[in-house]
């Protein structure tokens, strides 16, 4: 069986949102369903402009939110 690692970053206030949605897209009720971490994340730098923060993933566009 191929192994699939998806990692998102939303904001703390999102988090129980889109953990809801992927639980209920991605189950199947079988072994492999797939767990979800959430974790913490520090500092975010795009590395073509160095913005920093919350600026560096997202650029205004509203596809850009959850």
Known sequence: MAWL???IVVRDDDVEKVA????EKAYTGNIGDGK????SVEEAIRIRTGERGEE??????SEDYV
């Open 5 to 7: 690692r998806i990692e």
């Open 20 to 23: 809801a949605i992927i639980k």
């Open 36 to 39: 979800i971490f959430v974790v």
């Open 56 to 61: 560096a993933f997202c650029t205004g566009n």
